[in-house]
């Protein structure tokens, strides 16, 4: 069964440096989207993209996030200058989107990441 | 936020069904719902959703009461393996739009 995966699962790094998320969506989806879980709080959404370009994107998406989907296969998110409070798990997402009812978002395992 | 409602946590016995209830009151006509799950810090995995019929699939089922104000997730038969958050999402059609999750049902399968 097809599936959404996710590299690293676990990116340890310092405050101020940057850090790219990658993500390989499902391979016919058009639709992708990137979420985040602190630790012990819901699961927020960030951003989705589409055609190339952001379709809609959260407060929380500020200028130190970007995303990215470089070839036909990966899909990236960025963030410039990592914070402390940037410390999160980080899902991505995908949707095939036909129509209303193939409009279901499959999620990866998630990348931790850690600022320290 | 999120438009729906769950009890914070349930319990269910190993091999019985799990009967999860959501209400979202607010629902619109065009408004699908939609039911993921969470194991530990995994990725949402998606379960089952519908607009106003009830559905079934391999994993669920879902019953959708007749004003839409309300639906339960059916667990058939309850495995330590469906211990997990439980999400119900109330979700527009008709564009690309986001998941709002709340903070769910704690469902805790036991022997």
């Known amino acids: 069964e097809p599936e959404v995966t996710q590299t690293p699962s676990h990116q340890v790094t310092q405050m101020g440096q940057e850090v790219i998320l990658r993500c390989v969506p499902i391979?016919?989806?058009?639709?992708f989207y990137w979420y985040r879980q602190i630790l012990g709080q819901k699961v927020e959404f960030l951003v989705s993209f589409y055609n190339n370009e952001i379709s809609e994107k959260s407060e929380i998406f500020d200028d130190q996030f970007s995303v990215e989907r470089p070839d036909g296969s990966n899909f990236t998110l960025k963030i410039r200058s990592t914070k402390l409070e940037d410390s999160a798990m980080y899902f991505c997402?995908?949707?095939?989107?036909?129509?209303?009812?193939?409009?279901?978002?499959?999620f990866g395992p998630g990348t931790r990441l850690t600022v320290l | 936020d999120a438009k729906t409602t769950q009890p914070p946590s349930m319990d269910c016995a190993e091999g019985r069904a799990a009967n999860l209830p959501c209400n979202h009151s607010t629902i619109s006509g065009n408004e699908y719902v939609y039911w993921y799950r969470q194991i530990h810090s995994q990725g949402p995995q998606y379960i089952i959703h519908g607009l106003k019929n009830n559905e079934t699939n391999e994993m669920a089922s879902l019953i959708i009461t007749e004003d839409r104000k309300s639906s339960t997730l059916i667990l058939p038969h309850a495995t330590l393996r469906d211990t997990a958050v439980y999400y119900c999402?109330?979700?527009?059609?008709?564009?690309?739009?986001?998941?709002?999750f709340g903070t769910g049902t704690r469902l805790q399968v036991t022997l």
């Open positions: 391979s016919n989806h058009l639709y």
């Open positions: 997402a995908s949707s095939l989107r036909l129509s209303s009812s193939t409009d279901t978002q499959y």
């Open positions: 999402i109330v979700r527009e059609t008709g564009t690309a739009s986001k998941l709002t």
